[in-house]
């Protein structure tokens, strides 16, 4: 079992115990508001569990149906997330609906909201351990599930401050309108979840910034070669692709031309994790006079 699957399985457990301290203060209170809050934390316990099956899925080595790999099953975690996220959204604003067109009054008790405060810090605490192991080992569905945690951090946080707000002076209108915040805040992470997933599907480029690192790196490592053209990138969860055409001198050897194909792939695996390099070498009457510069110093 990999460290990212053994993180989402903790995600689970966590998920469970931090939804029922939420469920808990939502029954103490009657809380729209809190309600719309364990209600995301139900999600987060779904979009767990989806993860776990993508990663187990993703740490599936290479095969003849699938010779690149199984990577992307990642992205469809995120993907699901997304949707359950959209979903528990609109429960979220029908529920707000109610309560302002009922004119519900919550029983704003401080344990209620203690034990709400409570799952908030261990959300924090989870969230950014999912962050930083995500970004670290490139998956995709780690780091969509440390930024769901991380955003249901921030709108338990500006529940609490309302509901305090709305204990000290008996605006209890401010209990329906903070989860109609929440909602719309949950909908738009969801929103951008997807949209993020997605691009990753679509075989997305890596960013401006890892790709001009990645052109320097073979400017620096084809020396011997005349020009590299065709570059081309796409990322694929944890692992990079790396697609060009090398063009070399005519009377090159086929030992001299694959020599500094391998001298490109160390350069790029030495800086990168789980990357793949494809390169296509090409005589010198296929240059085109633009792409890569490649720097001829030893």
Not at 39 to 63: C, K, Q, T
Not at 114 to 127: E, F, K, Q, S
């Amino acid at each position: 079992m990999t460290v990212s699957i053994r993180l989402a399985i903790g995600s689970i457990v966590i998920g469970v115990g931090v939804f029922a301290l939420k469920l808990a203060a939502w029954w103490l209170t009657g809380s729209i508001a809190l309600y719309s809050d364990a209600l995301e934390s139900l999600v987060n316990i779904a979009a767990a569990v989806a993860a776990v099956l993508a990663l187990s899925v993703s740490a599936r080595p290479a095969d003849r149906n699938h010779p690149f790999g199984h990577h992307k099953a990642e992205y469809l975690s995120a993907v699901l997330e997304g949707v359950l996220i959209v979903i528990a959204a609109f429960s979220i604003l029908k529920e707000a609906y109610l309560g302002l067109s009922e004119q519900r009054v919550a029983d704003l008790s401080v344990p209620g909201l203690t034990l709400n405060g409570v799952a908030t810090l261990i959300n924090a605490g989870w969230g950014m351990v999912l962050l930083r192991a995500g970004r670290r080992r490139r998956s995709p569905a780690l780091v969509a599930d440390g930024k769901h945690l991380w955003s249901d951090v921030i709108t338990s946080v500006g529940v609490l401050l309302g509901l305090i707000l709305a204990r000290a002076t008996g605006w209890h209108v401010l209990d329906p309108l903070l989860a109609g915040i929440v909602a719309l805040n949950i909908l738009w992470m969801g929103y951008g979840l997807v949209r993020e997933s997605v691009g990753g599907l679509m075989d997305a480029s890596v960013d401006a910034e890892t790709f001009s690192r990645i052109r320097a790196i073979i400017s620096e490592h084809a020396a011997g070669a005349i020009e590299v053209h065709d570059l081309k990138t796409r990322q694929a969860a944890r692992v990079t692709f790396v697609e060009l055409h090398l063009v070399v001198p005519g009377d090159m050897t086929v030992a001299a031309s694959h020599h500094i194909c391998d001298r490109i792939e160390q350069a790029l695996s030495a800086e990168f994790d789980n990357v793949e390099a494809i390169i296509h070498v090409e005589p010198e009457n296929e240059a085109k006079l633009r792409g890569v510069v490649v720097l001829h110093s030893p």
